[in-house]
């Protein structure tokens, strides 16, 4: 037996997608509007991950360029036919509007990998898709959305049978179950005569849990389950909270797990909030004198150890990143020479700045997940700002509407006020090199703290993170040195301000140029450690 210790995945690894091939088990989780989209991580023994690959091209065209924050791909679900890996997935492109105006691909591929297939349009009724196989026929399911006033945008799973080449429906569209509280993400299984449609209930807030339907028949009808098979929304001290949005797998010897969302959060002056996101987790499952799955702990609040019945397989230390890759993560497209570049100065990262903070096309931000309540980020960076369109720095980041950034850039000389002379930090003008520590929220965002610092020097900057506190540094004289008080790092989580919200906190680099997208800074030293 093998101790599993929950989350399984760590900071911002929503909706998994649970399977098993062979002796590898393997979860795709949501992206959103983020690079690499899909990633996918595999493991022997269900307690130890890493990272092997994601679906490269799931964004048509490569581009997420104009998707809304949170917006993006959502729920992918991952499947194998005995030949190869399948996934299907929503890419969505309005948030909390009556239209979800979105599209659903299915790509497929032999290694999770390798090359993926051109994302192939299939009938979008909804988000969170999910295929299911069975004797060589293809099955879609999928929520439907009625948009129309009074109508429910959460209106029952639907079903279509896709021919399997042209992924065309075939027949019509059925109606498998409708119900009074909110159901989502349907993944079905078929165990004793038995097709099991295991659904997300109740929103992938506190609210979040599992409910199972059954019928004989794969197009129903489906009777409920009266108890859920995993929630906690009756419980605010649970552990592990949200949990929800899950998938059962059977092991090679016939055992059951479930693999679910969950988050943990930080209980503050300001409520339960969850700056890590949504995590991925694992249960053990039994089956019921009724043929109903059960949690094998007993009730429906998820466990944070496990017993799972694999040998233990622990993974060799994960190697360097090269380049830009895992667990590198880029804004709405991947990382480009063109404004992430490598290759010019060995060890370092330049980035050449674009947009401000607020676009959904063009930003120049790296970014890597904040995996525990406890962390630590840090890089040196180098560049000549000249003015205050021009800045680079070290960010804690969840969405341009919630961030924490510390920013190498240009301000007017001391006691001048601020006139919007673009022009005046050209050489010889005056002015200084500063370092500004920004907050922003929903509503404001203000300059926190300003600290002169020398033109032509390279500078190190950091950041503590302890619970729901950020403090901001820099090294001054191999000492470090406050910038600012304690930040509210709690702020960038899926609890906070009035806006549907789904990832969950990062911490990296970025640059912006807002005049002519030619500033460039150089970063190295680049380094995140967390701890529990």
């Given at each position: 037996m093998t101790v599993l210790h929950n989350p399984v995945l760590r900071g911002f690894a929503p909706d998994p997608s649970l399977i098993r091939v062979g002796d590898w088990y393997y979860v795709a989780t949501s992206s959103f509007e983020w690079f690499p989209t899909i990633p996918v991580h595999r493991s022997r023994d269900l307690a130890h991950w890493e990272y092997a690959g994601h679906v490269r091209g799931a964004a048509p065209g490569g581009s997420l360029a104009g998707v809304p924050d949170s917006g993006g791909i959502w729920a992918p679900s991952l499947s194998w036919d005995g030949e190869r890996f399948w996934v299907t997935y929503t890419v969505v492109r309005s948030v909390g509007t009556p239209y979800f105006d979105l599209d659903t691909y299915v790509s497929t591929a032999t290694e999770v990998s390798g090359e993926w297939s051109a994302p192939r349009r299939v009938a979008s009724h909804g988000f969170d898709p999910a295929l299911f196989h069975e004797d060589g026929r293809l099955w879609l399911l999928n929520l439907q959305n009625d948009h129309r006033p009074g109508g429910r945008r959460f209106a029952g799973i639907v079903v279509t049978e896709l021919d399997r080449d042209t992924l065309a429906p075939v027949g019509p569209t059925r109606l498998l179950l409708q119900h009074d509280r909110l159901i989502e993400g349907p993944?079905?299984?078929?165990?004793?005569?038995?097709?099991?449609?295991?659904?997300?209930?109740?929103?992938?807030?506190?609210?979040?849990?599992?409910?199972?339907?059954?019928?004989?028949e794969l197009t129903g009808p489906y009777e409920l389950d009266e108890r859920p098979l995993l929630t906690t929304r009756d419980d605010p001290d649970v552990p592990l909270q949200k949990a929800g949005h899950g998938e059962l797998v059977e092991t090679p010897d016939g055992q059951w797990l479930l693999g679910h969302l969950t988050a943990r959060p930080?209980?503050?002056?300001?409520?339960?909030?969850?700056?890590?996101?949504?995590?991925?987790?694992?249960?053990?499952?039994?089956?019921?004198?009724?043929?109903?799955?059960?949690?094998?702990?007993?009730?429906?609040?998820?466990?944070?150890?496990?017993?799972?019945?694999?040998?233990?397989?622990?993974?060799?230390?994960?190697?360097?990143?090269?380049?830009?890759?895992?667990?590198?993560?880029?804004?709405?497209?991947?990382?480009?020479?063109?404004?992430?570049?490598?290759?010019?100065?060995?060890?370092?990262?330049?980035?050449?700045?674009?947009?401000?903070?607020?676009?959904?096309?063009?930003?120049?931000?790296?970014?890597?997940?904040?995996?525990?309540?406890?962390?630590?980020?840090?890089?040196?960076?180098?560049?000549?700002?000249?003015?205050?369109?021009?800045?680079?720095?070290?960010?804690?980041?969840?969405?341009?509407?919630?961030?924490?950034?510390?920013?190498?850039?240009?301000?007017?000389?001391?006691?001048?006020?601020?006139?919007?002379?673009?022009?005046?930090?050209?050489?010889?003008?005056?002015?200084?090199?500063?370092?500004?520590?920004?907050?922003?929220?929903?509503?404001?965002?203000?300059?926190?703290?300003?600290?002169?610092?020398?033109?032509?020097?390279?500078?190190?900057?950091?950041?503590?993170?302890?619970?729901?506190?950020?403090?901001?540094?820099?090294?001054?004289?191999?000492?470090?040195?406050?910038?600012?008080?304690?930040?509210?790092?709690?702020?960038?989580?899926?609890?906070?301000?009035?806006?549907?919200?789904?990832?969950?906190?990062?911490?990296?680099?970025?640059?912006?140029?807002?005049?002519?997208?030619?500033?460039?800074?150089?970063?190295?030293?680049?380094?995140?450690?967390?701890?529990?």
């Amino acid at each position: 037996m093998t101790v599993l210790h929950n989350p399984v995945l760590r900071g911002f690894a929503p909706d998994p997608s649970l399977i098993r091939v062979g002796d590898w088990y393997y979860v795709a989780t949501s992206s959103f509007e983020w690079f690499p989209t899909i990633p996918v991580h595999r493991s022997r023994d269900l307690a130890h991950w890493e990272y092997a690959g994601h679906v490269r091209g799931a964004a048509p065209g490569g581009s997420l360029a104009g998707v809304p924050d949170s917006g993006g791909i959502w729920a992918p679900s991952l499947s194998w036919d005995g030949e190869r890996f399948w996934v299907t997935y929503t890419v969505v492109r309005s948030v909390g509007t009556p239209y979800f105006d979105l599209d659903t691909y299915v790509s497929t591929a032999t290694e999770v990998s390798g090359e993926w297939s051109a994302p192939r349009r299939v009938a979008s009724h909804g988000f969170d898709p999910a295929l299911f196989h069975e004797d060589g026929r293809l099955w879609l399911l999928n929520l439907q959305n009625d948009h129309r006033p009074g109508g429910r945008r959460f209106a029952g799973i639907v079903v279509t049978e896709l021919d399997r080449d042209t992924l065309a429906p075939v027949g019509p569209t059925r109606l498998l179950l409708q119900h009074d509280r909110l159901i989502e993400g349907p993944k079905l299984l078929r165990r004793a005569g038995w097709y099991y449609l295991m659904l997300a209930e109740g929103g992938t807030g506190w609210e979040h849990g599992v409910r199972v339907a059954r019928s004989r028949e794969l197009t129903g009808p489906y009777e409920l389950d009266e108890r859920p098979l995993l929630t906690t929304r009756d419980d605010p001290d649970v552990p592990l909270q949200k949990a929800g949005h899950g998938e059962l797998v059977e092991t090679p010897d016939g055992q059951w797990l479930l693999g679910h969302l969950t988050a943990r959060p930080l209980h503050t002056p300001r409520g339960r909030r969850c700056p890590l996101g949504r995590e991925t987790a694992i249960q053990a499952v039994t089956w019921d004198a009724e043929g109903w799955p059960r949690l094998r702990q007993g009730g429906w609040h998820p466990a944070v150890e496990v017993d799972v019945p694999t040998r233990p397989h622990p993974l060799p230390p994960a190697a360097p990143p090269g380049g830009l890759s895992w667990p590198w993560s880029s804004l709405r497209e991947p990382p480009d020479p063109s404004w992430a570049d490598t290759a010019s100065r060995p060890g370092w990262i330049r980035l050449r700045g674009r947009h401000g903070p607020e676009s959904r096309w063009a930003s120049s931000l790296l970014v890597q997940r904040v995996t525990e309540p406890h962390a630590e980020a840090e890089v040196t960076v180098e560049a000549r700002p000249v003015t205050f369109t021009q800045a680079a720095g070290l960010v804690l980041w969840y969405n341009p509407e919630a961030y924490l950034s510390l920013d190498l850039t240009w301000a007017e000389p001391e006691g001048e006020p601020q006139r919007g002379q673009q022009w005046r930090g050209t050489p010889g003008a005056g002015g200084r090199t500063v370092l500004s520590l920004v907050e922003r929220d929903e509503e404001t965002i203000r300059q926190v703290a300003v600290v002169e610092v020398p033109v032509a020097a390279a500078v190190t900057l950091g950041v503590t993170i302890e619970g729901a506190e950020a403090r901001f540094w820099h090294v001054r004289d191999g000492v470090r040195t406050a910038i600012g008080p304690a930040l509210d790092f709690s702020r960038l989580s899926d609890d906070h301000g009035s806006r549907l919200r789904f990832t969950g906190a990062m911490a990296g680099i970025h640059a912006r140029d807002l005049v002519d997208a030619a500033f460039t800074a150089d970063f190295t030293g680049f380094r995140l450690t967390c701890s529990g």
